[in-house]
């Protein structure tokens, strides 16, 4: 009976250090495909719209980005 109980609690632990080191893989891996926003990708994006925008609209720009993460 209390091989049983151990044999069910070491699964339990197994599973969760390798789903630990999984979700941080894949965690990991999402991040560099897609790079959180920075100030110049936002430069960027508006010179590609047409007009030059200055680091107080960048800035601007940023606080809204930040305001509905």
Same mark, same amino acid.
């Given at each position: 009976?209390?091989?049983?109980?151990?044999?069910?609690?070491? *699964?339990? =632990?197994? *599973?969760?250090?390798?789903?630990?080191? =999984?979700? !941080?893989?894949?965690?990991? !891996?999402?991040? !560099?495909?897609? /790079? /959180?926003?920075?100030? $110049?990708?936002?430069?960027? +994006?508006?010179?590609? +719209? *047409?007009? $030059? /925008?200055?680091? $107080?609209? =960048?800035?601007?720009? +940023?606080?809204?980005?930040?305001?509905?993460?």
């Amino acid at each position: 009976m209390w091989a049983d109980i151990g044999l069910v609690v070491l *699964g339990i =632990v197994i *599973g969760l250090v390798i789903g630990f080191f =999984v979700a !941080k893989h894949v965690f990991t !891996k999402q991040l !560099k495909e897609n /790079p /959180p926003i920075n100030e $110049k990708m936002i430069e960027a +994006m508006m010179s590609q +719209m *047409g007009r $030059k /925008p200055s680091q $107080k609209q =960048v800035r601007q720009v +940023m606080q809204q980005m930040n305001r509905f993460r």
